[in-house]
Each structure stands twice: as structure tokens, then as C-alpha cells.
T-cell receptor
């Protein structure tokens, strides 16, 4: 299995631009999670989906952030407009329903907003 | 709500010395507990997990952890540290509400001194 796939691995953009991060979960997994990691705030859960339905988006910092999961094999996290304080590493993780909760993480997308 | 407390954001040990990373949790139901490791510029990967049964759990790279219900602890140990163990370690507990949501601790960075 290829594991969780994220793209791009690195993204550098200018303030005000739209940024779209992509994630392909492990085939057969039905829960998907978006995290943000920074030095200051550590690892934060932004939103998670179960069977493509958003369950809890209370971690999404502002309305500038949105996430979608149009099907079981694809999810996006969009920031519009981006700001320098959005600079972080964004991780996607997936897990299998009915299991013990073990999550499998992607390699992350390092976002830099200038 | 469940929570995890990791004591010590930074731990330094000499190569060959015992590694002890502390984790305490709170949970209203029998928890599932995890330790994840994050190497520089990588995503988190599972080191070991406790679900049910034997309270001493062995993981990869010689790590183990013991679930102590009376102390609500799940400390991570390794008898002899290697330079390659330098990484950040996260303790986590699964959510009793289902959907495989996992609550992560704030992480402990392990430094191994030659």
C-alpha cells in the first residue's frame, strides 16, 4: 500500500493567494483527519471526516479555511486568502472504521506564506 | 473529554542510557493508548499501541510501554538509547465517541547525547 499521499510536499505562496492542499487516504479507510503543526502551537486537529461527512470542524481557525471530501479517496484543505501566520506543516491522516483508532499519517505539506 | 499530559517537552539522555518518556491520560472509559514518533521533516508513525489484554506493550525499535490503570499512565521506555532515537514522541488516547478521533499530547523531543 502506498500509504497516505499528500500533495504538494512544499508550497510557497504570497499573502492573499489561495492555497489548496490535497490528500489521498489509504484505500478502505473511512475516517480522514487534517492537522496543522507549528512550533508555537504543536499538533492541532483542524477537521475530521467519517464516510466523507465532516464530523467536527471546531479546530478550523477561521472562515478562510475550508475542507472537502467529495469521495472516499480524496480530500482538500483550502485557505483563501492565505496569511503569513498560516505558515505551518499540514498533515493528513486516515484510519479504518471499527478499529482501535490507529491513524496513519501522510508526509505533510510544508506551507510558507510570504 | 479525554486528555493526555506529557511531562517534559524536552528530554536529554546519553547514548546507551535508559529512555523514559512520561505520559498520563484521563478517560472515562477504558482507553486505547498510543505512542507515535516523528523524525525530522516526516509525518508521525505509530511506535506502539495498547488496546486490551497484556498491559506491557512492545513496539518497534526496542521501545515498550506499560499501561497502568491505577496511575492512569502509559510511560514509554527503552533500555538503551541510540543516536537514531532522536525524534519527537507523542502520546495519544482514542476518543470514546467513536469515529477514531485521537487526542494527542504536546510531544516530547528526545535528544541523545553521544
Amino acid at each position: 500500500d502506498a500509504g497516505v499521499i499528500q500533495s504538494p510536499r512544499h508550497e510557497v505562496t504570497e499573502m492573499g493567494q489561495e492555497v489548496t492542499l490535497r490528500c489521498k487516504p489509504i484505500s478502505g479507510h473511512n475516517s480522514l483527519f487534517w492537522y496543522r503543526q507549528t512550533m508555537m502551537r504543536g499538533l492541532e486537529l483542524l477537521i475530521y471526516f467519517n464516510n466523507n461527512v465532516p464530523i467536527d470542524d471546531s479546530g478550523m481557525p477561521e472562515d478562510r479555511f475550508s475542507a472537502k471530501m467529495p469521495n472516499a479517496s480524496f480530500s482538500t484543505l483550502k485557505i483563501q486568502p492565505s496569511e503569513p501566520r498560516d505558515s505551518a506543516v499540514y498533515f493528513c491522516a486516515s484510519s479504518l472504521g471499527g478499529s482501535t483508532g490507529e491513524q496513519f499519517f501522510g508526509p505533510g505539506t510544508r506551507l510558507t506564506v510570504l | 473529554a479525554q486528555s493526555v499530559t506529557q511531562l517534559g517537552s524536552h528530554v536529554s539522555v546519553s547514548e546507551g542510557a535508559l529512555v523514559l518518556l512520561r505520559c498520563n491520560y484521563s478517560s472515562s472509559v477504558p482507553p486505547y493508548l498510543f505512542w507515535y514518533v516523528q523524525y525530522p521533516n516526516q509525518g508521525l508513525q505509530l511506535l506502539l499501541k495498547y488496546t486490551t489484554g497484556a498491559t506491557l506493550v512492545k513496539g518497534i525499535n526496542g521501545f515498550e510501554a506499560e499501561f497502568k490503570k491505577s496511575e492512569t499512565s502509559f510511560h514509554l521506555t527503552k533500555p538503551s538509547a541510540h543516536m537514531s532515537d532522536a525524534a519527537e514522541y507523542f502520546c495519544a488516547v482514542s476518543d470514546e465517541g467513536g469515529y477514531q478521533k485521537v487526542t494527542f499530547g504536546t510531544g516530547t523531543k528526545l535528544q541523545v547525547i553521544p
